[in-house]
């Protein structure tokens, strides 16, 4: 994830570019929420500890004092071949191709739609 001020940025340029767009409402999770979310989402074992910090003294208190391992958890560069804690779980969309949508995504390149067909005959991600 980057930082809150690169992403403050980035809503300030999009809420600025669509202003004057007619019928377009631009909506945005809280920056703090996503802070929360990637920590949870990404975190290991100890990110237990800092829910049940924050469940005592909340979000800011139990972020600040584990201060070192929400931002390497939430603002650490990432690896598409890193270990992910829901690697365990068997969604049948393949890793290698997560990985290619994704090294596809930061070349700014797209690919075809899913055909919606049979995904026995397809196995594009599978
Ligand atoms: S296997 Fe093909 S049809 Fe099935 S979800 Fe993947 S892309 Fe879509």
Partial sequence: MERETVLRRRVDIIHEG???TANVKVNVESLRQAKIHALLSLGDQKAADVLESAAI??????MKE????CDEIVYGEKSPDSPLPW?????RIK???????FKKAEREKSSASCPMADCRICKTCM
């Fill in 18 to 20: 669509l202003k004057k």
């Fill in 57 to 62: 003294n909340g979000w800011p208190s139990a």
């Fill in 95 to 101: 890793k290698d191709f997560l990985a290619g949508e």
């Fill in 66 to 69: 584990n201060k070192a391992y």
């Fill in 87 to 91: 690697d365990f779980l068997d969604n």
